[in-house]
């Protein structure tokens, strides 16, 4: 596996996303949002969509935090709850593995055909539960694009 800082860490593919995934269980990784924007840059860095550190946890096999190729953190990713769970099914040798995220704990299992599932829980659909760049009353939000604004 090669390194990165001191920490080991590999590349994976979910879906069409790429990971950079350390492993953090030894040692802490805690990247700036300008190192965690270095390390996904396509050109000079290893290049990815997300970077995704594994942690130890007490309630879990594992504790995933993950930071999108902008810098900043988010709660979790489906993919990347598929990636990390191959990795442990594949370290434990078992088909089913507990993952922790800052969004909630998940379980990551192994299909019948192979195929890694995660079940996410039900999706937060109401208007309190999507996070927003600012807050406004999201019962009018003025549009202003293209022709409509003229």
Not at 9 to 17: A, D, L, T
Request: aromatic residues 4%.
């Amino acid at each position: 596996m090669p390194r990165m800082s001191g920490h080991a860490f590999v590349k994976m593919n979910g879906c069409g996303n790429d990971f950079v995934v350390v492993d953090a269980r030894a040692r802490a990784f805690t990247p700036t949002g300008e190192e965690a924007r270095a390390i996904a840059d396509r050109t000079t860095g290893r290049g990815c969509d997300q970077i995704i550190a594994l942690e130890p946890s007490d309630r879990a096999d594992v504790f995933m935090r993950v930071w999108n190729a902008d810098g900043g953190a988010v709660e979790t990713c489906g993919n990347a709850l598929r990636c990390v769970g191959a990795l442990v099914m594949e370290a434990t040798g078992r088909d089913r593995v507990g993952i922790d995220t800052l969004g909630g704990r998940t379980e990551a299992r192994r299909a019948p055909d192979g195929r890694i599932t995660v079940d996410m829980g039900p999706p937060g659909l109401d208007w309190t539960q999507i996070p927003l760049a600012e807050e406004m009353d999201t019962r009018g939000i003025e549009l202003q694009v293209g022709p409509i604004d003229a």
